[in-house]
């Protein structure tokens, strides 16, 4: 990775790749065109799969000081372009230059462009229409967006108590910000910049995910072992689901129809497949699967659920036909969360 | 103002932490003092503001179970207070005798049996409580590994000798009830940890994550909830915790009235450290704050406890003379504990009860 351009250069090459959207859209038709993204926690990179053959096609370094800087959330520009990581020191205490979300360009791997975030930055959102980014700022308690295109913090808020997951609703009104010592919720409106509610869900919230329509919201638990159902019109939580009290849950995949979710049980080494139409628990795959699985994500045909296994520096590879495994892949040391997005078109 | 949410309906079968908090309290309270022995024969005289940091810890510990063994054995209580007091002292010094260090370790032993039976201390819930306390609370493996990473040299060494406790723990209680594949899941993550903790001292500040022994720690807490079916994070359903609280605190508030202070105050203690360590402080923090600015408040005064809640920034930095202040109770501790109760129960509303 090249050393990192200054901000104003790396934010025009951002904001062009922003008007390049349409472009990323007709490239996201393709059959098995996407790249799986697995963040590294202790070997401080990204593994880069090409889901039509499962094959590492590429690691993409973020530090050269494994075990003291990590990667962890990450998100994907809306044309594959883009994948923004959250960076940070081991020591929550202090803020430190290393506390920061980067924007890197796959096509070339260079990072063009940083935002600053003070406080452990966990996880990341891009919204919609891949103008804003936000994240949450786990040392901190607060959730803070930005601007893409010019890297300028738009507004930060106070959240519940370190800060974990973040998303934006596919209409782009809503941010979500979950809290894991607090057990909260924090809904921001985002046109109005606005914390419009913070609410309760299972014990240590990990991961908040939208429905594709955006009319549900689901909160993974770890301790809980639940899945919080949130109505996005009122932000309540309208049902919970038991996954086991050992189930460990963290990230969750929603299916392109919305009809299922997957959930990575990092306690139990199994994926939890749930139908959203009753909420009940349709399968659990254990067989072969890697061993504490955290991050999970399905390719957007709905065909390929990965997921990174941080205790067995693996991605395992699951059919959604059958429902089980039909792969590993070797991931780095620390696998934590799993994005994917398109193939990316030519600079 | 309700932040109602709905709740898991799966339950283990035993809840050590509600129906058994006080002697819990104490117990951990008898572990950490001998803990704190050991750390002194690990070290002997060699101890610099680190490890006295560690010897200033028995003033709590003595304070989660005295009043019951001064109520038992009066004669014992003040033998053991002026084998502590001495050790302490010699501590101080730099001169600990292993003469005084066993004697102390002698009469604590003594003590835990009278105030905590063995047949109490054998049942595997109890033990499984004990091995979350020293492993996630204060003094315990998590925040030794923690503030050894922030430099702290004597936590490191509390935290080592934490460790050795609890994987004695589960070796004589926990992994006889544990079938074949939660025996090897478990000592598989004592083995991860015993790399943690290669050797009881360190000379310098551990590089790395802060966080590397705590989540093995949760990984096998969640298995011994499976061994020995009990719910095991107090915390997991706020609202649970929120009923249970005051209900106990009433209580020890009513042993106030009846001016018996020394059973009052452990269990103050014992709700009030489940109150900060089971996140119900850091939610209301959040959500509640005046509730929870009055709750804690009480807290302080009738106890002297005061955890930091993590990742809530201090207003104003701590004046460093603050913390070598000896605690002194607040003069109408009834009144403090109505108080406190009037918050708890306010606490318990607030999540929809």
Redesign the interface.
Same mark, same amino acid.
Request: proline residues 4%; contains cysteine.
């Given at each position: 990775m090249r050393a990192q351009p200054v901000k104003q250069r790396a934010f025009g090459v951002l904001a062009t790749l922003t008007l390049a959207l349409t472009f990323g859209t007709a490239v996201a038709q393709e059959a098995d065109a996407y790249r799986l993204y697995v963040a590294n926690e202790y070997s401080a990179d990204i593994t880069v799969v090409d889901t039509a053959t499962n094959e590492v096609i590429d690691t993409i370094t973020i530090s050269g000081r494994p075990? !003291?800087v *990590?990667p962890r959330g990450m998100a994907v520009s809306p044309d594959g372009a883009i994948i923004y990581v959250s960076i940070s020191d081991?020591?929550?205490?202090i803020e430190t230059p290393e506390d920061k979300i980067v924007a890197i360009d796959v096509r070339t791997n260079e990072v063009v462009g940083e935002f600053r975030a003070g406080g452990n930055p966990e996880r990341v959102a891009v919204s919609p229409d891949g103008t804003q980014v936000w994240a949450a700022l !786990?040392?901190?308690?607060q959730g803070a967006g930005y601007d893409v295109a010019t890297g300028e913090q738009l507004a930060n808020f106070r959240v519940? $108590? !370190?800060?974990e997951g973040v998303a934006i609703s596919p209409d782009g009104k809503w941010v979500y910000i979950t809290?894991e010592? @607090? #057990? @909260?919720v924090t809904v921001v409106d985002r046109e109005n910049l606005e914390v419009v509610k #913070?609410?309760? $869900?299972?014990?240590r919230p990990r991961v908040v995910e939208f429905s594709n329509d955006g009319t549900r919201a689901y909160v993974s638990a770890e301790?809980?072992? @639940?899945i919080?159902v949130v109505d996005t019109s009122t932000h309540s $939580?309208? !049902?919970?689901i038991?996954l086991?009290?050992?189930s *460990?849950p963290v990230e969750i995949a929603v299916d392109p129809t919305s009809s299922r979710l997957y959930v990575a049980g990092g306690?139990t080494s199994a994926v939890y497949v749930i139908d959203t139409t009753n909420n009940e628990i349709v399968a659990t795959i254990r067989e072969q699967m890697g061993r504490r699985p955290w991050g999970i994500a399905i390719t957007p045909d709905g065909t390929t659920v990965y997921t990174a296994n941080g205790l067995s520096d693996s991605i395992s590879v699951i059919d959604t036909e059958c429902l089980c495994v039909v792969g590993s892949i070797q991931a780095g040391r620390g696998a934590h969360s799993a994005e994917i997005g398109v193939i990316p078109g030519d600079d | 103002m309700l932040f109602f949410a709905g709740t898991a309906t799966a339950q283990y079968a035993q809840r050590p932490f509600f129906d058994d908090t006080l002697r819990i309290s104490q117990a951990y309270g008898f572990e950490l003092a001998l803990l704190r022995l050991e750390v002194l024969d690990l070290v002997g005289d060699d101890l610099d503001d680190d490890y006295l940091e560690v010897i200033e810890g028995f003033d709590a510990d003595l304070r989660r179970f005295m009043g019951s063994v001064a109520r038992a054995d009066a004669d014992l209580a003040e033998e053991l207070e002026e084998a502590v007091e001495e050790v302490e002292e010699a501590a101080e010094d730099g001169e600990v005798s292993g003469e005084a260090v066993a004697e102390a370790r002698e009469l604590l032993q003594q003590a835990y049996d009278l105030v905590v039976p063995a047949d109490v201390r054998s049942d595997p819930a109890f033990a499984a409580a004990l091995i979350v306390e020293l492993s996630l609370g204060e003094g315990g493996v998590g925040e030794g590994y923690e503030e050894a990473t922030e430099g702290e040299l004597g936590a490191y060494t509390m935290g080592y000798v934490s460790l050795a406790r609890v994987v004695d723990l589960w070796d004589a209680v926990v992994a006889p009830a544990a079938d074949e594949q939660h025996r090897a899941d478990v000592e598989e993550m004592w083995e991860f940890l015993d790399t943690l903790y290669p050797e009881a001292t360190i000379e310098d500040a551990i590089v790395g994550n802060p966080e590397e022994a705590e989540a093995p720690v949760q990984r096998v807490i969640g298995l011994l909830e499976a061994i020995v079916d009990a719910e095991l994070f107090p915390g997991r359903d706020l609202f649970a915790l929120s009923a249970q609280l005051p209900e106990q605190l009433a209580g020890y508030c009513e042993a106030y009235d009846a001016g018996d202070d020394d059973l009052a105050v452990e269990g103050v203690i014992a709700v009030g450290y489940l109150y900060f360590s089971a996140d119900l402080a850091s939610f209301l923090s959040f959500m509640a704050p005046e509730v929870h600015e009055e709750a804690s408040e009480q807290i302080v005064a009738l106890t002297g406890l005061e955890p930091e809640l993590e990742g809530v920034e201090e207003e104003e930095e701590e004046d460093e003379d603050e913390d070598e202040e000896e605690f002194v109770p607040v003069e109408d501790p009834a009144a403090a504990c109505r108080e406190l109760l009037e918050a708890l129960q306010e606490a318990h509303e607030a999540l929809g009860g």
């Amino acid at each position: 990775m090249r050393a990192q351009p200054v901000k104003q250069r790396a934010f025009g090459v951002l904001a062009t790749l922003t008007l390049a959207l349409t472009f990323g859209t007709a490239v996201a038709q393709e059959a098995d065109a996407y790249r799986l993204y697995v963040a590294n926690e202790y070997s401080a990179d990204i593994t880069v799969v090409d889901t039509a053959t499962n094959e590492v096609i590429d690691t993409i370094t973020i530090s050269g000081r494994p075990g !003291e800087v *990590r990667p962890r959330g990450m998100a994907v520009s809306p044309d594959g372009a883009i994948i923004y990581v959250s960076i940070s020191d081991f020591n929550p205490q202090i803020e430190t230059p290393e506390d920061k979300i980067v924007a890197i360009d796959v096509r070339t791997n260079e990072v063009v462009g940083e935002f600053r975030a003070g406080g452990n930055p966990e996880r990341v959102a891009v919204s919609p229409d891949g103008t804003q980014v936000w994240a949450a700022l !786990e040392a901190i308690a607060q959730g803070a967006g930005y601007d893409v295109a010019t890297g300028e913090q738009l507004a930060n808020f106070r959240v519940g $108590v !370190e800060a974990e997951g973040v998303a934006i609703s596919p209409d782009g009104k809503w941010v979500y910000i979950t809290a894991e010592a @607090t #057990h @909260t919720v924090t809904v921001v409106d985002r046109e109005n910049l606005e914390v419009v509610k #913070h609410f309760l $869900v299972g014990n240590r919230p990990r991961v908040v995910e939208f429905s594709n329509d955006g009319t549900r919201a689901y909160v993974s638990a770890e301790i809980g072992g @639940t899945i919080s159902v949130v109505d996005t019109s009122t932000h309540s $939580v309208i !049902e919970t689901i038991n996954l086991g009290l050992d189930s *460990r849950p963290v990230e969750i995949a929603v299916d392109p129809t919305s009809s299922r979710l997957y959930v990575a049980g990092g306690g139990t080494s199994a994926v939890y497949v749930i139908d959203t139409t009753n909420n009940e628990i349709v399968a659990t795959i254990r067989e072969q699967m890697g061993r504490r699985p955290w991050g999970i994500a399905i390719t957007p045909d709905g065909t390929t659920v990965y997921t990174a296994n941080g205790l067995s520096d693996s991605i395992s590879v699951i059919d959604t036909e059958c429902l089980c495994v039909v792969g590993s892949i070797q991931a780095g040391r620390g696998a934590h969360s799993a994005e994917i997005g398109v193939i990316p078109g030519d600079d | 103002m309700l932040f109602f949410a709905g709740t898991a309906t799966a339950q283990y079968a035993q809840r050590p932490f509600f129906d058994d908090t006080l002697r819990i309290s104490q117990a951990y309270g008898f572990e950490l003092a001998l803990l704190r022995l050991e750390v002194l024969d690990l070290v002997g005289d060699d101890l610099d503001d680190d490890y006295l940091e560690v010897i200033e810890g028995f003033d709590a510990d003595l304070r989660r179970f005295m009043g019951s063994v001064a109520r038992a054995d009066a004669d014992l209580a003040e033998e053991l207070e002026e084998a502590v007091e001495e050790v302490e002292e010699a501590a101080e010094d730099g001169e600990v005798s292993g003469e005084a260090v066993a004697e102390a370790r002698e009469l604590l032993q003594q003590a835990y049996d009278l105030v905590v039976p063995a047949d109490v201390r054998s049942d595997p819930a109890f033990a499984a409580a004990l091995i979350v306390e020293l492993s996630l609370g204060e003094g315990g493996v998590g925040e030794g590994y923690e503030e050894a990473t922030e430099g702290e040299l004597g936590a490191y060494t509390m935290g080592y000798v934490s460790l050795a406790r609890v994987v004695d723990l589960w070796d004589a209680v926990v992994a006889p009830a544990a079938d074949e594949q939660h025996r090897a899941d478990v000592e598989e993550m004592w083995e991860f940890l015993d790399t943690l903790y290669p050797e009881a001292t360190i000379e310098d500040a551990i590089v790395g994550n802060p966080e590397e022994a705590e989540a093995p720690v949760q990984r096998v807490i969640g298995l011994l909830e499976a061994i020995v079916d009990a719910e095991l994070f107090p915390g997991r359903d706020l609202f649970a915790l929120s009923a249970q609280l005051p209900e106990q605190l009433a209580g020890y508030c009513e042993a106030y009235d009846a001016g018996d202070d020394d059973l009052a105050v452990e269990g103050v203690i014992a709700v009030g450290y489940l109150y900060f360590s089971a996140d119900l402080a850091s939610f209301l923090s959040f959500m509640a704050p005046e509730v929870h600015e009055e709750a804690s408040e009480q807290i302080v005064a009738l106890t002297g406890l005061e955890p930091e809640l993590e990742g809530v920034e201090e207003e104003e930095e701590e004046d460093e003379d603050e913390d070598e202040e000896e605690f002194v109770p607040v003069e109408d501790p009834a009144a403090a504990c109505r108080e406190l109760l009037e918050a708890l129960q306010e606490a318990h509303e607030a999540l929809g009860g």
